[in-house]
Every structure is written in C-alpha cells, then in structure tokens.
C-alpha cells in the first residue's frame, strides 16, 4: 500500500504499476481474480524466457577455470541437455583446432535418432561421410541398451566408430558386448565425460581453450535453449573466474 515511511525503490515506474495492480484485484471477484493472475503469470514466464542473458566469458581461461565450470554445470539438472552440449563444444573445438574439417550435427535431446537420420545425439560427417557417431548419457548403459544402439544406430550405417560419452560407469556386461561388436570391426568404446573434457582441453593449447568456451557460450545463446541453463552458467563462471591456476586440475 502507498503512503507510510517513504521507501527506497530501485524500480519506482514497477512499483507504481504493481500497486495499481493490486487495487484493480480488489475489485474483482474470485475467479476474475485468478484468471488474471494466470495471466500476468503466463506473461511472466514468456518474458522471462525470452529475456536477452548476456553470458558471461573470461578474457583467457586457464584450464582449472575451465574444469572448474564443467564440474559446476555438470550440476545444474538439464535433462541431458547440458552433457550434450559440453561434448558438441569439445567436438566442434578439436575439429577447428586440428583443421580436420568435420561437420558436427547435435540434434538435441529427446529426439529420435532414427527418425531424423542421425547416428546419435552427435553425427559427425566429413565431407558428407559419416565418421563418428556419438551418445552423451547421464543414464548408466547396460548391455541391452549397447545392442540396441548396434542394431539401429551402427550396424545400418556401416560404423567403424561409435562413443559412448558418459557421466556414469558402464555395467560390465555392457562393456563386454561392446568388446563383442569391436572384434568384429565396428568399435563401441566409452570415456567418461569430465574427465574426456579436461584431457583434450589440456591438449588443445590456450587459443583453443578460449574456443572451446565461444562454442559454448554459442550453442547456450541458441533459440530455444532454457534461460536457466544461460543463468547457471553466468553462476558457475563466477565460481570459475575465482579459481586460481595451480599445477594440477
């Protein structure tokens, strides 16, 4: 309510609008009231979705920093969504740093391999020619999931290479299929996705680091990528601006 000790608003235009808000709710009858509550509620989140985040970078990341953001994103609940881009960024760096000319396809989360013709959530092609297909899981992989993956993914396209990037260990029978598959000429491996991260951005050399984190910040900045993830980021590179270089990671 207006009136009272005078009060310091950073945002005196909102405030006003906010009272005028109130008052006109004060007339209206119980379901009037939450209509337009739904409303304004709705509104609120288009606006908010849609908000312009300016993602924060650092000037020349060092590789602690850069681990220390991974391990903080890794964190944040993402339905996948995070693991996949932090491994479409390292792609699309290892490719521009070592000129191999791949073409790195991520489809996004949740949509069907199959039906768009992908080889995995990442498809990596050179100059039209499958190279590499990829699967990035939070999800532990057991043998059914490495058979299926063979019978629809690898075997079909003719794949000498498929990885499994992971954020959990693979069961044992999964990995001995895979051996399987390998013997016969179609490699099924696996690395774990912070580790496979770190180790390639302690190869790549400090300007590619700084790549590895323009990718990112790219693939973030994306259309229709959620404005949480773009929040959690800004948060964990204030963390990761905080670190010091040490020797180790």
Request: glycine share 8%; proline share 4%.
């Amino acid at each position: 309510m207006e009136g009272g000790e005078p009060r310091i608003q950073q945002d005196k235009a909102g405030f006003a609008a906010m009272v005028e808000i109130v008052d006109y709710l004060r007339e209206l009858d119980a379901e009037t009231v939450k209509k337009y509550l739904r409303f304004l509620l709705r509104r609120f989140i288009v606006l908010r979705e849609s908000h312009n985040i300016t993602l924060k970078r650092i000037s020349k990341p060092n590789l602690e920093q850069l681990s220390c953001l991974i391990k903080g994103m890794l964190t944040i609940k993402s339905g996948g969504r995070i693991p996949a881009l932090l491994a479409t960024a390292m792609f699309q760096t290892i490719s521009e740093c070592h000129a191999l000319g791949w073409e790195v396809e991520f489809q996004g989360v949740n949509v069907a391999d199959k039906a768009s013709g992908a080889a995995g959530d990442i498809t990596i092609r050179k100059h039209g020619t499958l190279v590499l297909g990829v699967e990035v899981t939070e999800r532990p992989i057991d043998q059914a999931r490495v058979t299926l993956t063979f019978n629809q993914k690898v075997s079909p396209s003719g794949l000498a290479d498929y990885l499994f990037i992971t954020t959990a260990r693979p069961e044992d029978d999964a990995l001995a299929a895979a051996r399987r598959y390998t013997s016969v000429g179609h490699e099924m491996n696996f690395v774990p996705l912070v580790e496979w991260l770190v180790h390639n951005l302690a190869t790549v050399g400090p300007a590619c680091r700084s790549l590895f984190q323009a990718k990112m910040i790219e693939l973030l900045g994306a259309q229709g990528v959620p404005a949480e993830m773009r929040v959690a980021w800004n948060d964990k590179m204030d963390e990761a601006i905080g670190v010091k270089p040490t020797s180790r990671v």
